[in-house]
């Protein structure tokens, strides 16, 4: 245990005297328990935790409660707007644009803190201009090239790109005439990347057995695979299998076999993984990383503090290992192999500036075929 994550019993969070108020106060309410219920509560962690015990107790059905919270600040961002045309305008933007696109991308899963924060972004941006405007003495129709220029030059200028995005829809959509905004397109990592560190922390991760056995699998997937902190901490154990001496996980349409002794730490991490509370028991929970609250893998923020304090950081790790693997490996393999688009592949295979030729004639000379990869 790192210090990061500490285990709270049932019995010791219940004697607590917010929890015991909290539960006095749905005791005295002759309705039945649901979200809309607690929806009424003063929010805060210990009605959080709650929720969450009483869902993974099959009491509740699971909801996405970051994805609830978002749309709740969306209705009120949309509803502080005065003028009639703007709140129309901004509620397309915010909910039948921004909301709408981020569930048809989570499908069954739930929003994850970057995806949150990402649509907030936008839609603040969108608020900011238009508060510009309204400063100005514009709107959007009447809002001219030089106007938007005046405010690019301003020197508190935020969330530009964001800002550059409502403007460009506003346009498409007949909202604003004549605006150009240039969207910044990316041209590869920024700064360095330390190789030579990454397999400096894989092997101290491969082979320092003070560590957790978590925070080991979990900084290798990340250094090795390239993975994303919001993937690794909501893997699943059947997303892994172990058959004829080979252990594999499925991290994009392609299982990939461990090499040793990572699949020895994932199998080890499966028998010995334990949920933060004593509601259920390790067969009970399918997440690889259970998080804090019952029933819940743990959160890519968490996990991301518990990386960071064995030494790793998540950001430039996972850049370094994609900027190696595609010096390695063709786009539509690595796309397939790490569960990545494949227009993401591509921009860092440019970016690496790989030998396809080279790993072509390797790959005519093998004399097996698998699907395993070892970095």
């Known amino acids: 245990m790192t210090g990061i994550d500490r285990p709270v019993t049932a019995v010791a969070w219940l004697s607590r005297p917010a929890v015991a108020g909290l539960l006095k106060e749905i005791a005295a309410d002759q309705r039945a328990v649901t979200h809309d219920v607690l929806d009424e509560l003063p929010t805060g962690k210990t009605l959080d935790h709650l929720r969450a015990v009483l869902v993974a107790g099959g009491i509740l059905p699971d909801r996405d409660e970051r994805l609830v919270k978002l749309e709740r600040w969306t209705s009120r961002a949309v509803a502080s707007r005065d003028d009639h045309e703007e709140r129309a305008m901004l509620h397309r933007y915010a909910v039948w644009h921004h909301l709408r696109r981020l569930r048809g991308r989570l499908g069954a899963g739930h929003a994850t803190h970057l995806q949150m924060a990402n649509v907030r972004s936008h839609i603040t941006a969108a608020v900011n201009f238009l508060d510009w405007l309204a400063g100005s003495g514009l709107t959007l129709t009447t809002c001219t090239q030089p106007d938007l220029d005046q405010w690019k030059a301003g020197e508190d200028l935020s969330y530009r790109d964001q800002t550059g995005h409502f403007i460009r829809r506003a346009t498409k959509n007949r909202l ?30 491969l082979h320092d057995a003070t560590l957790t056995t978590a925070d080991r699998v979990a900084g290798l997937l990340l250094l090795f695979y390239a993975q994303r902190l919001s993937t690794i901490s909501s893997l699943t154990v059947d ?19 461990l090499p040793e002794p990572l699949a020895t730490l994932v199998l080890d991490l499966i028998a ?21 609250r019952p029933g819940q893998h743990i959160s890519a923020d968490r996990l991301g503090l518990r990386l960071i304090a064995v030494g790793i950081q998540p950001g430039q790790a996972r850049s370094t290992a994609l900027f190696a693997l595609a010096e390695e490996v063709p786009a539509a393999i690595l796309a397939r192999m790490l569960g990545i688009h494949i227009q993401v592949a591509v921009q860092w295979q440019k970016a690496s500036a790989g030998d396809w030729a080279a790993y072509a004639a390797d790959v005519s000379q093998r004399t097996t075929t698998s699907k395993e990869f070892a970095p």
């Open 176 to 205: 604003a005439k004549g605006l150009t905004f240039g969207a910044e397109r990316w041209q590869g990592p920024v700064g360095p990347h330390d190789s030579e560190g990454r397999w400096n922390d894989a092997r101290r991760l």
């Open 239 to 257: 997303q892994v299998t172990a058959a004829n001496g080979r252990v594999a996980i499925q991290l994009g349409t392609s299982p990939t076999i």
């Open 272 to 292: 010995t993984r334990r949920p933060y509370t004593v509601i259920g028991h390790t067969g009970q929970t399918p997440w690889l990383f259970p998080g804090q």
